[in-house]
């Protein structure tokens, strides 16, 4: 550590102000004040994802309006996330399980300097020890109060700061690029799916998935009862699913029993059945490697003889968007069995069934080397601003 820095607590700078449990059935998505929730302070930044708003403010909550440049900390599960608000987020108020720095003396320290010093590595770990809980992390504002902070003069944070920003800005440039080229990879891939199978082709046969395979929906035993769980029959859900880093499921998390399967409405599909969760959300895909039972947010798909189950996975993967459009629903949408059936598909003969799932397989691999060489350039740039900031708060930078 450089001698020329002085180590002070975050209280002897700032103070912090806990956000505001507001009623989610005075919430809409029109106007009114942007509410600032957990969700929306991400490392770095505050996203605009899924925005609400709030109109009824009342004189006593008027405290929690936020202004620009207000560093948020995040208090609950991913502890020690810290964003700043900016102007196109205002008007904007602090939601519960949030906390805001705010009254920065800034004799002592620059804005920027303390925004950047709390997005290190360093904050983030010391706010996850000094959290508490199993199950969820969660923080209280004193303890981040009680956390330090290595302060300079101002000129000479002043001068860390400008040097900070430009590394940042090229390093986010590049990042940005990187992530480019993985979506172009994805949306190239897709394109060739599409090309494949989405095509006119003289001589294939169209019929309709209801008629080339069968179609089973799930259940869930009642998870009061002991003896349906724990048991070995494999059983997904579709949260289940959106965890799945392969084509091919071969384990589940949880398993049921043979008189769960018995007493529910869960039946158990044969090997090399496609898995497609049809709510919450509708689209992912899977096929199991060993026999499998769903809860009822998914649908199991048999295939017949005249089609390879591969094939139908590929033809469902480049149709998501429109298994998405089909399902209907006011607090989410869901896929019927019906719409699932009637979906239209142009089927060749197996063997060019065959061939054309070796093709798109090709593609697949080259495609996803691509996209593991941008992911691990998109690691290398991450380390690289972690350690720009370890030495700018080292005195090294």
């Known amino acids: 550590m450089n001698k020329n820095l002085k180590e002070i607590k975050l209280s002897e700078i700032c ?10 059935k005075n919430f809409n998505k029109e106007n009114g004040y942007r509410v600032i929730r957990i969700s929306n302070v991400q490392k770095g930044m505050i996203i605009d994802k899924r925005p609400i708003f709030i109109n009824d403010i009342k004189n006593d909550y008027k405290r929690f309006r936020l202004k620009e440049n207000d560093i948020l900390v995040s208090l609950t599960g991913d502890v020690g996330r810290v964003g700043k608000i900016n102007f196109n987020l205002l008007p904007a108020v602090l939601n519960q399980r949030v906390a805001r720095l705010h009254k920065i003396n800034s004799e002592k320290v620059d804005i920027d300097y303390l925004y950047h010093f709390l997005n290190s590595d360093f904050f983030e770990k010391k706010m996850i020890e000094r959290s508490k809980g199993v199950a969820q992390l969660n923080l209280s504002p004193k303890e981040i109060l009680e956390s330090t902070i290595y302060l300079t003069s101002l000129n000479e944070q002043k ?20 992530e480019q080229n993985i979506k172009n990879a994805e949306e190239l891939f897709q394109s060739y799916l599409n090309k494949i199978l989405l095509s006119e082709n003289d001589g294939w046969l169209m019929t309709s998935i209801g008629k080339v395979a069968n179609i089973v929906n799930g259940g869930t035993p009642k998870t009061s009862i002991m003896d349906y769980w724990s048991g070995d029959i494999l ?24 008189l769960g399967l018995k007493k529910s409405s869960a039946k158990l599909l044969p090997k090399n059945s496609i898995i497609l969760s049809s709510r919450a959300p509708i689209g992912h895909l899977a096929i199991n490697t060993e026999p499998i039972s769903t809860n009822q947010g998914c649908k199991g798909i048999v295939p017949g003889e005249q089609i390879e189950s591969k094939f139908l996975y590929y033809f469902l993967l480049c149709n998501v968007k429109l298994l998405n459009d089909l399902g209907v629903g006011t607090t989410f949408k869901e896929l019927s069995m019906s719409k699932l059936s009637n979906i239209e598909i142009s089927l060749p003969e197996r063997d060019i069934q065959q061939k054309i799932i070796n093709e798109i397989d090709g593609i697949k691999i080259q495609t996803e080397q691509l996209k593991n060489n941008y992911q691990n350039e998109l690691i290398s740039l991450k380390e690289l601003k972690k350690s720009i900031l370890e030495k700018a708060f080292n005195g090294e930078l």
Do not use: H
């Not at 103070?15 to 009623?23: H, L, P, R, T």
């Open 235 to 258: 059983w997904i859900t579709p949260k289940d699913m959106g965890k799945l880093d392969s084509i091919y499921v071969s384990d589940t998390s949880r398993k049921i029993t043979e």
């Open 15 to 24: 103070e912090i102000q806990s956000g505001y449990s507001f009623k989610s």
């Open 159 to 178: 001068r860390i700061v400008k040097k900070l920003d430009t590394c940042m800005e090229q390093i986010d440039k590049a990042i940005q690029n990187v």
